[in-house]
């Protein structure tokens, strides 16, 4: 064997070790990227149930917004049938103080006479004198006029 034979034989025996190293590498990069995509399988799956979720809170909101913008609509009506019931109210309560302040004082006194004259009559038909008749508070002395 000569010298360049014995060159060749090195080379191809680090040419071989080198295609088993490049082999052992490739199966371990086949493994990795089978694991790699196995994790990505499991992320998407994860993402879309995820998204998933996500819709049915985001159709959840709406739903509850569109319920909040009805009980609102409902609120504003009922606040206008209050202000207008309110002015309503203002209106009439503005009629009847006007009625009681204008009718009020000679009903009164009207009511007060008829009182007076009706009891002026029961004691004279009751034979009584004047001050006999008037009632007095328990507990007091009746003082003399």
């Known amino acids: 064997m000569n010298a360049g034979q014995l060159a060749a034989l090195i080379a191809a025996g680090f040419f071989a070790i080198g295609v088993c190293v490049a082999v052992y590498v490739l199966f371990k990069l086949a493994r990795l990227i089978s694991q790699a995509g196995t994790v990505l399988t499991g992320y998407q799956d994860a993402t879309d149930h995820l998204l998933h979720r996500a819709q049915a809170a985001v159709d959840r909101a709406d739903e509850q917004l569109a319920?909040?913008?009805?009980?609102?609509?409902?609120?504003?009506?009922?606040?206008?049938?209050?202000?207008?019931?309110?002015?309503?109210?203002?209106?009439?309560?503005?009629?009847?103080?006007?009625?009681?302040?204008?009718?009020?004082?000679?009903?009164?006194?009207?009511?007060?006479?008829?009182?007076?004259?009706?009891?002026?009559?029961?004691?004279?038909?009751?034979?009584?004198?004047a001050g006999e008749g008037v009632r007095q508070l328990p507990g007091r002395d009746r003082v003399p006029r």
């Open 67 to 129: 319920r909040t913008h009805a009980l609102s609509e409902s609120v504003e009506a009922v606040s206008a049938s209050m202000t207008d019931l309110s002015e309503q109210v203002s209106a009439v309560a503005g009629s009847a103080r006007m009625i009681a302040n204008g009718l009020g004082a000679p009903v009164l006194r009207l009511a007060a006479a008829s009182y007076g004259v009706k009891r002026a009559l029961a004691v004279r038909r009751a034979g009584r004198p």
